[in-house]
């Protein structure tokens, strides 16, 4: 069992809690798309009840290419999350990427998330960690699962054990990613909660002309098996009109198909606490 870490005073994951859904727009499109969406992810998780961070970012600053919508920027970006916060009732996250991003973004966000290719930046580690705030930490495409003691020693060294490991996929060839379920209980066994993202982990890197493609079919049965591999959380990005998207629309899950999928995974959950006892 990993260890329990609170995010606010109603939310925790690991220690044995329910799975945890951390779910939005890959990015922040506008203030009322976001509103939106906020609100009906908060009806659909309340109804089956799923414990819900949402999630969107304020900026992408790893897009393909230099055309690509980013974002509002951070300024914009978290005065559009904090209204989630305060008018929806929500915990929130995005990403940080940069040091000079950490102090501002944590008057606001309730988890601190360091992007995949960020993950090894000893600073930027260290400065989230030294917020206090739980960080959640996306593993690189380009680690082993077992490397990431390492990150989780940069964060817990600076006295911050709140602390969350996310799998996304790891790099196979060009433009692909994989999912080895094994990384799952490795990751665990180094004692915090794991997330799986069940959304970036059918993405195709760089794979549609400058920008990423995806199989959105896959993420059932990748979700399927990560839950009955024990994880402690999922990470969705959903969206009222994939198709749409200004942001890894072809890996992103409907939105208003998200109470079926919910409703298979907590029987699949269900089924791996009965086994457990």
């Known amino acids: 069992m990993t260890k329990e870490v609170k995010i606010t005073e109603e939310i925790s994951i690991g220690g044995g809690r329910h799975l945890l859904l951390i ?41 393909t ?16 999350l904090r209204r989630v916060k305060e008018e929806v009732g929500l915990a929130v996250t995005s990403d940080v990427h940069e040091t000079k991003e950490v102090e501002e973004a944590a008057k606001v966000l309730d988890i601190l998330q360091i992007p995949a290719f960020l993950s090894r930046q000893t600073d930027l580690l260290r400065t989230a960690a030294s917020t206090g705030l739980p960080v959640n930490v996306k593993k690189g495409q380009f680690l082993s699962p077992w490397d990431m003691r390492f990150v989780l020693e940069k964060i817990v060294s600076s006295g911050n054990e709140r602390v969350m490991l996310t799998e996304r996929g790891t790099t196979f060839g060009y433009n692909n990613l994989i999912n080895d379920m094994r990384a799952l209980p490795v990751m665990r066994s180094l004692g915090y909660p794991v997330i799986y993202d069940a959304t970036h982990s059918v993405q195709l890197p760089g794979a549609s002309c400058g920008v ?10 990748l979700a399927r098996a990560a839950v009955a591999a024990g994880v402690d959380g999922l990470f969705m990005e959903v969206h009222p009109q994939p198709e749409k998207a200004l942001c890894d629309g072809a890996n992103s899950w409907p939105l208003e198909e998200l109470p079926t999928f919910l409703e298979m995974i907590l029987e699949v959950e269900g089924a791996v606490r009965r086994w457990k006892g």
């Open 65 to 80: 290419s230099i055309h690509s919508f980013r974002g509002p920027g951070l300024r914009e970006g978290l005065k559009i």
């Open 212 to 221: 990423s493609g995806g199989q959105r079919e896959f993420i059932p049965p």
């Open 23 to 63: 779910a939005g727009p890959c990015v922040i499109e506008g203030e009322e798309i976001t509103l939106k969406v906020a609100r009906r992810l908060k009806e659909i998780t309340s109804s089956l009840g799923v414990p819900l961070v949402f999630k969107s970012s304020y900026d992408k600053a790893n897009r």
